[in-house]
């Protein structure tokens, strides 16, 4: 499944992301990817849950691919890498797969 198409089918199979929150940490961490929605501003949200059990939301854009999000499949293990922009906020750059996953 690529994406799920708005926040109202998330909740329409049950699924709440109410407890995701903005990483506001930069750095590398790995997490595993709960699931995935398509946003409002040609963007696709994707819900992770980090190694240490924090859960976060994070925006990857068409300009960057959509960094391969909407081709993974949910529960996959990933290494995601954070980078904060000038303007503080915290952003996702790179996704890779954990090797073996």
Not at 32 to 43: A, E, P, S, V, Y
Not at 84 to 94: D, I, P, T
């Amino acid at each position: 499944m690529r994406a799920y198409s708005s926040l109202r089918q998330l909740k329409e199979k049950g699924i709440c992301v109410d407890e995701y929150l903005t990483n506001e940490r930069d750095g590398v961490f790995n997490a595993q990817l709960d699931c995935k929605r398509w946003g409002k501003k040609r963007n696709v949200l994707a819900y992770f849950t980090l190694e240490d059990g924090s859960k976060v939301i994070a925006s990857a854009w068409q300009n960057t691919g959509y960094l391969g999000i909407p081709e993974i499949e949910e529960g996959a293990m990933l290494t995601l890498t954070f980078e904060k922009a000038k303007n503080g906020v915290s952003y996702l750059r790179k996704v890779e797969r954990k090797e073996g996953q």
